[in-house]
């Protein structure tokens, strides 16, 4: 038989890594924002006009007898015209009758009775007011009602965040290296 007289040692190590990380970040960074509203106000106008009633009754008063110193004056005015146009117009048929001398009669005894007594004559005669009215008018009141309403005027700005990212690393290393120790151990001695 053979005798092993050697025998061979084997020594190994692992390899050892090391790891070293550093965390990923994010970093935002934001400048103040400028918050800027204009409000106009809500406008609200109410316009009224007053309602009106409005009564006349010069003419019923007048009816009676009862006249304005400016409606009386005015038929006086009126009555006395008319007088004058009916004067006119009876020395005009007067001084036509006169001058017809074609016709035999004579016209002057006829003229002078007419002119003294006739024109005088006159016929009165009472009756009741027709029952003229008053003139009623009348003007309601008007509402204008006007509404504006508010507004908000938005002057604001918007301000961009900054946003800046770090990423993480992961740095690997060999802590030791492996290896392997082989020897040849004699057993004799």
Same mark, same amino acid.
């Given at each position: 038989?053979?005798?092993v007289?050697?025998?061979?040692?084997?020594h190994? @190590?692992p390899m050892?890594?090391?790891? /070293?990380?550093?965390?990923a970040?994010?970093?935002?960074? @934001?400048?103040? &924002?400028n *918050?800027?509203?204009?409000?106009?106000p809500? /406008?609200f106008?109410?316009?009224? @006009?007053?309602?009106? *009633?409005?009564i006349?009754?010069?003419?019923? %008063?007048?009816?009676?007898?009862?006249?304005?110193?400016?409606q009386?004056?005015a038929d006086?005015?009126?009555?006395g015209?008319?007088?004058?146009?009916?004067?006119?117009?009876?020395?005009?048929? /007067?001084g036509?009758?006169l001058?017809? =001398?074609e016709?035999k009669?004579?016209?002057?005894?006829? /003229?002078a009775?007419y002119?003294? %007594?006739?024109? %005088?004559?006159?016929?009165?005669?009472? &009756?009741?007011?027709?029952?003229?009215?008053?003139?009623?008018?009348?003007?309601?009141a008007?509402?204008?009602i &006007?509404?504006k309403?508010?507004?908000?005027?938005?002057?604001?700005?918007?301000?961009?965040?900054?946003?800046?990212y770090?990423a993480g690393?992961?740095?690997?290393?060999?802590? &030791?290296?492996?290896?392997?120790? =082989?020897?040849?151990?004699?057993?004799?001695g």
């Amino acid at each position: 038989m053979l005798a092993v007289s050697k025998r061979l040692e084997m020594h190994s @190590t692992p390899m050892k890594l090391a790891m /070293q990380t550093t965390s990923a970040r994010q970093e935002i960074t @934001t400048d103040k &924002q400028n *918050l800027r509203l204009e409000v106009e106000p809500s /406008q609200f106008t109410v316009n009224r @006009t007053k309602s009106e *009633l409005r009564i006349n009754q010069s003419a019923c %008063f007048a009816e009676m007898g009862s006249k304005s110193p400016e409606q009386f004056s005015a038929d006086n005015a009126s009555y006395g015209y008319s007088m004058v146009l009916q004067g006119i117009e009876r020395v005009v048929d /007067q001084g036509n009758q006169l001058a017809a =001398i074609e016709n035999k009669s004579d016209p002057i005894p006829d /003229q002078a009775n007419y002119n003294a %007594f006739g024109q %005088f004559e006159k016929s009165f005669n009472m &009756q009741k007011p027709t029952g003229a009215k008053p003139n009623i008018s009348f003007t309601p009141a008007k509402l204008d009602i &006007q509404y504006k309403p508010a507004k908000v005027h938005n002057q604001s700005t918007y301000q961009k965040p900054q946003v800046e990212y770090i990423a993480g690393k992961v740095d690997i290393s060999v802590a &030791q290296y492996n290896s392997l120790e =082989i020897s040849v151990v004699d057993l004799k001695g």
